[in-house]
Nanobody, 123 residues
């Protein structure tokens, strides 16, 4: 149905930048909410940033002013630009979409997660 493939993770430096990408493919009719979540060592998964179907954005308190979520509708790619990185940003980052997918000719709402990409920020 829907595949989400993340890329762009790796090792960053405190104060530096990284950009994550999430390429969506499959029988997608339209996106509702798209988002990035993260799960740090020993922590629960938390919302980093999201864009709703209406276009409004929401950011986690710890990343406000540093991270920016965006999407390229043409290529169905979701981005997370991460600036002013901090060691506490170290986590596995997951792409998430809530989309209308086409199954048997019908539009069905469903949620999907990427496999996760590791981001490590060195001090």
């Amino acid at each position: 149905q829907v595949q989400l493939v993340e890329s762009g993770g790796g090792l960053g430096q405190a104060g530096g930048s990284l950009r994550l990408s999430c390429a969506a493919s499959g029988t997608i009719f339209s996106f509702n909410t798209i988002a990035w979540y993260r799960q740090g060592p020993g922590k629960q998964r938390e919302l980093v940033a999201q864009i709703t179907g209406a276009g409004s954005t929401k950011y986690g308190d710890s990343v406000k002013g540093r991270f920016t979520i965006s999407r390229d509708s043409g290529s169905r790619t979701i981005y997370l630009q991460m600036n002013s990185l901090k060691p506490e940003d170290t986590a596995v980052y997951y792409c998430y979409v809530d989309a209308l997918v086409i199954i048997g000719g019908e539009r069905v709402e469903s949620e999907h997660w990427g496999q996760g990409t590791q981001v490590t920020v060195a001090s």
